[in-house]
């Protein structure tokens, strides 16, 4: 199996057995283990569509990407598109210079593309929510809008392989990662401050 393909599912798999023995009981972890499953299942399936091979988990996660937009896109929705868009396009252009100019790539692709896509989606989206749900949105345009370019000048027609997988994992991953290191950060501020009430008082 590809390193891609390793990359996916163990993330995959670590991902499944923290959200489902460590997150509190509640619709979010029982829709996240849903979830997770449902794409290590289908992510050797594809299906044809409009002459493109369609990975089963990439139909899996534009659908839940579409239901967690809906719930998230309250207002400002072209400040937040033109975000998606930018992921979008970073995503598309590394990929690009990754085939013309692949000198540039001086660590492995997968995280390289990971940690540009993490940086930028922690300086453009404020909320842990919004960069989940936007990062995923802009992700899956950035495959869609790639696939579309391989094609014209490749005849590559897939959409939604292992490196695109691991991608995606490997960036939820560093989400995750950065949200424990604020929740952390937090509780120390809040362990200082009270010692330090404590203290004067």
Known sequence: METE?????????????????????SAIRTFLSILL????AGSTTH???????????????????????????KQRYV??????????????????????????????????????LLYITLLLFKTKWERFVFMLTGVLQGEILNSFVLNSIFSYS??????????LFLTSAGL????????ITVYLDSIIQKRVRERQG
């Open 5 to 25: 393909g390793l990359y996916f599912y163990f993330l995959g798999w670590i991902g499944w057995i923290i959200i489902t023995f460590l997150f509190s009981k």
């Open 37 to 40: 499953l449902s794409l290590l």
């Open 47 to 73: 299906v044809s569509i409009y002459g493109f091979s369609v990975n089963v988990a990439f139909i899996i996660l534009v659908l839940t990407a579409i239901i967690l937009l809906s719930k998230t896109l």
């Open 79 to 116: 400040l937040h598109y033109f975000s998606i868009c930018t992921l979008s396009l970073a995503y598309v252009c590394f990929v690009i210079f990754e085939i013309y100019d692949p000198v540039w790539i001086f660590i492995d692709r997968t995280w390289m593309l990971s940690f540009i």
């Open 158 to 167: 897939v959409i939604g392989s292992f490196e695109f997988l691991a991608v």
């Open 176 to 183: 995750g990662t950065w949200v424990v290191f604020e929740n």
